[in-house]
């Protein structure tokens, strides 16, 4: 049973565009949604995170969007960059130290 | 690289042999992870440790073992029952109970000859 889906799988965007990633979940025990940023040979690394008491949380170019009733979040790129081509996770945790579990990912490759 | 050291950056394993990634970190932080990528399927966990000594399974256990015996290392063998190891394989730390972030090492990537 896969806990956090994420789609698309693949994405393509212009320079300049918005890039937009979305992930659902089904346990509403989560209460930290975290995005990696992932590039090729190289382990992940924390994009920005969120917990389910805000709505929006925004770093520079990177904002989530998050609808606890919906039990979805989402990742928004705006004015993407050809350095922002690489693989995105979604992830999601429960309180107390237990692990992160990942959305399959996606493949983002911005083009000029 | 997270504060992780992962080592050998590539592994070849041989037919019916056992192979050990080593995962090592030097900030006395508790909580280890490690996790297998395969193209498509995301990290999905293999086992984590929460304290010296102790381990548990995550989902995608078997094949696999791990050892706790201090504090910084937390190596991952891959044993011959695992018969599909092919995979980038992912250590990552937790750094106080507190924390919710992971910080991941660089990776191995292990390959079958």
């Known amino acids: 049973q896969q806990q956090v889906k994420q789609s698309p799988q693949s994405l393509i965007v212009q320079k300049g565009g918005i890039s937009i990633i979305n992930c659902a979940y089904e346990?509403?025990?989560?209460?930290?949604f975290p995005w990696y940023q992932q590039f090729p040979g190289k382990g992940p690394a924390l994009l920005i995170a969120i917990r389910p008491d805000v709505s929006e949380k925004k770093e520079g170019r990177f904002t989530i969007s998050f609808n606890k009733s919906a039990k979805q979040f989402s990742l928004h790129i705006m004015d993407s960059q050809p350095g922002d081509s690489a693989t995105y996770f979604c992830?999601?945790?429960?309180?107390?130290?237990?692990?992160?579990?990942f959305g399959k990912g996606t493949r983002l490759s911005v083009i000029a | 690289d997270g504060g992780i050291t992962q080592s050998p950056k590539y592994l070849f394993r041989k037919e019916g042999q056992n192979v050990t990634l080593s995962c090592e970190q030097n900030l006395n932080h508790d909580a280890m992870y490690w996790y297998r990528q395969d193209p498509g399927q995301g990290l999905r966990l293999i086992y984590y440790s929460q304290i010296v000594n102790d381990f548990q399974k995550g989902d995608i256990a078997e094949g696999y073992s791990v050892s706790r015996e201090k504090k910084e290392s937390f190596p991952l063998t891959v044993t011959s029952a695992q018969k599909n190891p092919t995979a980038f394989y992912l250590c990552a730390r937790l750094p106080t109970a507190s924390s919710r972030t992971q910080y991941f090492g660089p990776g191995t990537r292990l390959l079958v000859l």
């Open positions: 346990n509403t025990a989560f209460d930290y």
């Open positions: 992830a999601a945790s429960i309180r107390g130290n237990t692990p992160l579990v």
